[in-house]
């Protein structure tokens, strides 16, 4: 049994393709690492890029070539052919830091924890900046329970660009992605989560995620026009986390909310701020709230920590212009020093 499954979906990314793949398939780990690929119907050059890496490394990379059914899809073909130890997903316009994805494989041979967390560099490319994405509150190499951490609103949740999952754990979590549909990382970053009895963190940012790029789900007016798909996904985790609350430890329900949490708050942007049919935007949030508070109480009481929705609840979900964060903060303030309160 090889260390880790890299699953690799691929959908029309010959342009980023080589550097993805030539990142890991270094023969320093050959023995350790199977990258499944999965070309995902692409139309351009991808799957003839694929077959010549095949060709060059038969004993590490396995190539799934398969009809268009969405990213979701494309994990969940790369899941069930995996053999590997723990189980990974790399986007194929992303790649990983070879020197470190070196060290990191090292360490990982000796693991034995559920989940495996690192940090991760967003890579914008309209600034040719990059900013690192850490979790301050864990130390390198330590091993933690969900229930040994306070998790709060302000803290980041594990990702698909820091996560390497046991691949056994996921498939007795029953994970399958949505296919079809966007957004279904967060699906991947939370089913599994009742599962997990023990997490280590390496600190080493081997992922880098590639921001800029046309057509990628968070490209900002991509964003609002598959704002549907990103409800979808929404209201399909606060339906799996209110079936499971009673079964679940104090910190997994914490950190599952505060991961459901997080996604409510880009929904509510998405709706409230960005959306240029502002009624209709009110109407739909107005509904959707509602359904959360019937769903799932503690849930809904989030929404308080959402300065966009919590003012709206007050303000009877009128067709208020949202200021976002630091303009409701500064509304707060100015209610504050007038003596006035939101009813």
Request: proline share 5%; net charge positive; hydrophobic share 40%.
């Given at each position: 049994m090889k260390t880790l499954s890299l699953v690799v979906p691929v959908y029309n990314t010959e342009a980023y393709l080589r550097r993805c793949l030539d990142s890991v398939l270094l023969e320093e780990v050959a023995a350790e690492l199977e990258v499944i690929a999965v070309n995902d119907g692409s139309t351009d050059g991808s799957l003839s890029i694929l077959r010549e890496y095949q060709a060059r490394y038969p004993e590490?990379?396995?190539?799934?070539?398969?009809?268009?059914?969405?990213?979701?899809?494309?994990?969940?073909?790369?899941?069930?052919?995996?053999?590997?130890?723990?189980?990974?997903?790399?986007?194929?316009?992303?790649?990983?830091?070879?020197?470190?994805?070196?060290?990191?494989?090292?360490?990982?041979?000796s693991c034995e924890e559920d989940l495996i967390v690192t940090p991760y560099t967003q890579e914008y490319t309209w600034s040719g900046t990059e900013i690192r994405h850490d979790y301050p509150w864990l130390k390198n190499e330590q091993i933690y329970t969900m229930d040994g951490i306070d998790w709060r609103e302000d803290m980041d949740y594990f990702c698909l660009a820091s996560s390497a999952w046991r691949t056994q754990l996921l498939?007795?979590?029953?994970?399958?992605?949505?296919?079809?549909?966007?957004?279904?990382?967060?699906?991947?970053?939370?089913?599994p989560i009742p599962l997990v009895n023990r997490f280590r963190f390496l600190d080493i940012p081997i992922y880098r995620y590639f921001l800029g790029r046309?057509?990628?789900?968070?490209?900002?007016?991509?964003?609002?026009?598959?704002?549907?798909?990103?409800?979808?996904?929404?209201c399909s985790l606060i339906e799996y986390v209110a079936?499971?609350?009673?079964?679940?430890?104090?910190?997994?329900?914490?950190?599952?909310?505060?991961?459901?949490?997080?996604?409510?708050h880009t929904h509510i942007r998405l709706l409230c701020i960005e959306s240029l049919d502002r009624r209709r935007a009110f109407r739909e949030i107005r509904t959707l709230d509602a359904w959360i508070r019937s769903r799932s109480?503690?849930?809904?009481?989030?929404?308080?920590?959402?300065?966009?929705?919590?003012?709206?609840?007050?303000?009877?979900?009128?067709?208020?212009?949202?200021?976002?964060?630091?303009?409701?903060?500064?509304?707060?303030?100015?209610?504050?020093?007038?003596?006035?309160?939101?009813?």
């Open positions: 590490m990379l396995i190539l799934i070539d398969k009809e268009n059914g969405g990213h979701g899809s494309a994990v969940n073909a790369g899941l069930q052919a995996a053999s590997g130890r723990y189980f990974r997903v790399l986007d194929s316009d992303d790649w990983f830091d070879s020197p470190g994805f070196l060290r990191y494989m090292k360490l990982l041979s498939r007795e979590s029953g994970l399958r992605l949505s296919e079809n549909c966007s957004y279904v990382d967060m699906e991947y970053n939370l089913w046309p057509e990628q789900s968070m490209d900002p007016a991509l964003m609002l026009r598959q704002t549907p798909m990103h409800q979808k996904v929404l079936g499971l609350s009673a079964d679940l430890s104090a910190g997994k329900k914490q950190y599952m909310q505060l991961l459901i949490y997080h996604m409510l109480p503690e849930i809904y009481a989030l929404g308080e920590c959402i300065p966009s929705l919590k003012f709206s609840r007050r303000l009877g979900y009128r067709n208020l212009l949202f200021p976002g964060r630091r303009g409701a903060k500064l509304l707060a303030e100015l209610l504050s020093r007038r003596g006035a309160s939101l009813p």
